[in-house]
């Protein structure tokens, strides 16, 4: 459970993270806006409560996995990695979309190798989460809801998580993984859904209605839960129950506020992929600090 003081703390976080977001876009020029300030809290909460990481050793094999198929909002995930520890806040800041920085418009592991996946083209996470948590699968032997593995360890010992945009579920790749994904009863998944409502044309009940997305991953075979993506108590809860289904994988349907935080960016399409200016950005700043 988490404590009041952890949620203050993450709170704080998630708004420091979406400061660094305001800054490294302005600098940049370009870049999306809307989905990395809906995100922050989902991010902040990962990073600084539920993976079990470390950012002094990026390689470290018993990591869990965070693979974000939605690269486009990659300004969040390099803020928090930042803010974790991984690199430095102001070299961030400085660089990002730059020619030849790590720190790319969408994520590439060639540039930055702390990255679990590169990413650009929507709908392909959830396929490489997949790949990854069945070859972890492999050593494993399911005994009725009881999990054993091989070495002889009761327990899963590591967890796959992959962030997914909702308008890419209007991709059939998506479907495709989701479907495999539950043959395999893996167990060691769990997916997290940005449900903002918004992509790049406006919003996705207009362009391609996803509802009802709750009945279709349930028919898919996936253990889901729907939950406000901003409160950090129905973050833990859904992540700790999913964690018990050994047998099934786990989608967390996140609604959020897409530019959550900045009144003038809040349920705004047009700032799916557009980035703020300066002036945009100190006032953003100011409204965040």
């Not at 600084?48 to 974000?68: G, I, M, Q």
Request: hydrophobic share 40%; net charge neutral; aromatic share 10%.
């Amino acid at each position: 459970m988490l404590s009041d003081e952890k949620i203050k703390f993450l709170k704080l976080k998630a708004n420091e993270i979406r400061r660094t977001v305001v800054e490294t876009l302005v600098n940049a020029g370009s870049g999306h806006t809307a989905g990395p300030l809906g995100m922050a809290d989902v991010f902040a909460y990962l990073f600084f409560h539920a993976l079990n990481h470390d950012p002094k050793k990026p390689d470290w094999s018993e990591r869990d996995r965070l693979v974000v198929s939605n690269g486009h909002i990659c300004p969040v995930l390099y803020a928090v990695m930042a803010h974790a520890g991984y690199f430095s806040v102001k070299n961030l800041i400085g660089s990002l979309r730059k020619f030849g920085s790590p720190f790319q418009g969408h994520p590439q592991r060639d540039f930055l190798p702390a990255l679990e996946n590169s990413s650009g083209p929507l709908g392909e996470g959830l396929a490489q989460a997949v790949g990854m948590a069945l070859a972890e699968k492999m050593d494993w032997e399911i005994q009725g809801r009881t999990l054993v593995l091989k070495k002889g360890s009761t327990f899963i010992s590591k967890f796959f998580f992959c962030i997914l945009s909702d308008a890419e579920l209007q991709e059939g790749s998506t479907w495709e993984a989701a479907m495999f994904a539950g043959k395999e009863q893996l167990g060691n998944l769990i997916a997290v859904i940005d449900r903002n409502k918004i992509q790049i044309d406006g919003f996705t009940e207009k362009i391609m209605p996803l509802e009802p997305l709750r009945e279709k991953w349930e028919a898919f075979g996936w253990h889901t839960a729907e939950i406000n993506g901003h409160d950090f108590r129905e973050l833990d809860e859904a992540v700790s129950v999913a964690k018990t289904f050994i047998a099934k994988p786990s989608v967390i349907i996140a609604r959020t506020i897409p530019g959550k935080g900045v009144k003038e960016f809040e349920n705004k399409p047009e700032w799916h992929g557009r980035a703020p200016n300066k002036a945009e950005g100190e006032k953003a700043l100011k409204e965040l600090q």
